[in-house]
C-alpha cells in the first residue's frame, strides 16, 4: 500500500526527490502523511481536490481488505 500511495504522487509532481510518505498505524486506522514541494501541492491536490480525492478512494478501497480505515494527508 506505501509503495502505491508513493507512486501515485510521483507520477504526479515534478521534484520527485521531494516527495516524503509517513505511515501512522494504530489498531483501527491508517495515517498517510504526503509531504512534496510548495510548487507540487495544487498538482497533487488537483482542480476542485479532485486528484486528492481520487487518491484517497484508491487507498480507502485498498485500506478495505485489511478492514482499516485508511487516511491521506498532503502537506507541503
Not at 35 to 53: E, F, M
Request: net charge positive; aromatic share 6%; proline share 0%.
Amino acid at each position: 500500500m506505501d509503495e502505491l500511495l508513493t507512486f501515485l504522487v510521483k507520477t504526479l509532481v515534478e521534484d520527485e526527490a521531494s516527495v516524503a510518505v509517513e505511515k501512522e498505524e494504530d489498531d483501527n486506522s491508517i495515517t498517510y502523511r504526503v509531504k512534496v514541494a510548495a510548487a507540487d501541492l495544487g498538482k497533487v491536490i488537483g482542480k476542485n481536490g479532485r486528484t486528492a480525492t481520487s487518491i484517497r478512494t484508491v487507498m480507502k478501497s485498498i485500506g478495505a481488505k485489511t478492514r482499516k480505515k485508511v487516511f491521506v494527508k498532503f502537506e507541503d
